[in-house]
């Protein structure tokens, strides 16, 4: 080095990690994936994440990545299922 000291506008670029978006930005991506923790945080207890696995499980799939044990759900899955369990009043809730 010649000496003189560098500053953010004379440091080479590095190539730095950008932050994970938060799980309701990848929401807006139908391809992206969702953890059972990316679902509490969107407001689900753990009884409705749970659910949401079983039902997503049974009817479309999740995935599991090489070298993980917890499942990721697609967001196009998930949206899914939020639309067929909303019952807006066009028919009956099952019991």
Do not use: H
């Not at 080479?12 to 992206?32: H, I």
């Not at 196009?76 to 809730?93: C, I, K, N, Q």
Request: charged share 25%; net charge positive.
């Amino acid at each position: 080095m010649n000496g003189r000291l560098l500053t953010a506008s004379t440091a080479p670029e590095e190539a730095t990690p950008s932050p994970r978006s938060s799980a309701a930005e990848r929401l807006e991506n139908p391809e992206a994936f969702l953890t059972r923790t990316d679902l509490a945080e969107l407001g689900l207890t753990r009884t409705m994440i749970d659910g949401v696995i079983r039902e997503i499980t049974r009817t479309e799939g999740v995935v599991f990545f090489p070298g993980t044990q917890r499942p990721a759900v697609r967001v196009a899955s998930f949206r899914a299922l939020v639309e067929r369990s909303t019952y807006r009043g066009d028919r009956v809730r099952p019991t």
